[in-house]
């Protein structure tokens, strides 16, 4: 067990603590809520977990990181940068295999800017969001996005 | 409707890796050791911060008043609007989709653009159980250094698009 996992486990204990002081009756309720998203999300988990399993045992380390790697030039951070923002991963999920595409050869700026277009960018969703927002404001923001996240990306792999 | 279609997807993508899992290792026996301990270490990392993560997120879909987004972002300007836009947006408050009806609600009752851009913004990618898993993951000098750049840049972004579209919308004025 690592430092992170005992501080986020004593966080959310604290919290519930507290909530259940406050009010048991809705704290009871976000149990189940937190027990339903718990279930929901477990399918994504698993498949996710056997994907980074595949992928670190059957991809050579000098595939990735010549694809996503420090060599791989500015090229390898585009292909990220838009697979980030076409694909629909939930954001809890992404970390785990961020961190494994760090572990099998990745460089840091490619596993930034993967997590960044992915989290900021949502393709699928853009449709509700010119729907809510106009075109102008939604186009704006997922192109501008797609430009700080590959900056963001490249400053981290700079710095770290 | 939306959520039994998002599930149906999920196991049909859970069917889809198992079955590659199988094939591949019926195919190549020697490699199921390091597939199966990789994957059992992952599983384990994940199951061991996940429900603390959704604890968190339940009390606050509980204890947080809906409308307090509405009620505290509204022409509130310069830094402590922005500020303010941050912190309702790390919020642990569900999906992006759920925030653009909220945005668009902002944007009736005459909240800065500026404002609803950062908002949005630290919705997607600035939330409070999303940071705690970066941290359990990536380590907390990847996390710190993505968040503090996120928040830069999303602020220099936001006041670029609030220009943009006021200026737009200066020229679409005249004209019309």
Redesign the interface.
């Known amino acids: 067990m690592n430092v992170a996992t005992v501080i986020i486990n004593v966080f959310a204990l604290i919290s519930l603590i507290i909530a259940f002081v406050k009010d048991g009756t809705k704290t009871k309720q976000a149990i189940m809520i937190a027990l339903k998203s718990f279930v929901r999300i477990l399918p994504m988990v698993v498949a996710i977990v056997i994907f980074i399993g595949l992928l670190l045992s059957f991809v050579p380390k000098y595939v990735i990181s010549r694809v996503i790697g420090e060599q791989a030039g500015f090229k390898g951070i585009l292909i990220v940068a838009i697979l980030g923002a076409i694909l629909h991963i939930p954001s809890l999920i992404s970390f785990p295999l961020a961190s494994s595409l760090l572990e099998g050869g990745a460089s840091i700026t490619a596993v930034a800017v993967f997590i960044t277009t992915l989290t900021m960018i949502g393709v699928v969703t853009l449709p509700i969001e010119i729907k809510e927002l106009g075109k102008k404001m939604a186009l704006l923001r997922n192109g501008m996005s797609f430009i700080i996240a590959i900056v963001i990306g490249l400053i981290m792999g700079w710095i770290l | 409707m939306k959520q039994r279609k998002d ?1 149906t997807r ?2 049909t ?2 069917g889809f ?2 079955i ?2 199988i094939v ?1 290792l019926s195919i ?1 026996p020697g ?1 199921r050791a ?3 301990t ?2 059992w270490e ?2 384990v ?15 606050f ?3 947080v008043p809906k409308d307090l987004v509405v009620r505290y972002l509204g022409k509130d300007a310069g830094i402590r609007g922005i500020f303010l836009a941050i912190i309702m947006g790390a919020l642990p408050t569900g999906p ?2 759920i925030a ?2 909220i ?2 609600a902002l ?1 009736k009752k005459g909240a800065r ?1 500026s404002n ?2 950062v908002f ?2 630290a919705w ?2 600035i ?1 409070i ?2 940071e ?11 996390m710190l ?2 968040l503090t ?2 928040v830069i ?2 602020i ?2 936001s006041l ?2 609030e220009r ?2 006021e200026r ?1 919308d200066c020229y679409e004025g005249r004209e019309g």
Do not use: N
Not at chain 2, 45 to 59: F, R, T
Not at chain 2, 132 to 142: D, N, Q, W
């Open positions: 599930l999920d196991l993508f859970l890796v198992s590659v899992a591949l190549f490699r390091a597939v199966i990789t994957s992952f599983l990392e994940m199951i061991s911060i996940l429900p603390a993560v959704m604890v968190l997120i339940g009390i879909a509980v204890f992006l989709y653009f009806p945005a668009s944007l653009i609803i851009v949005l913004s997607s990618c939330k159980p999303q705690l898993v970066e941290l359990e993951f990536l380590g907390f000098r990847f250094a993505r750049l996120t840049f999303v220099v972004m670029a698009i943009i579209v737009w």
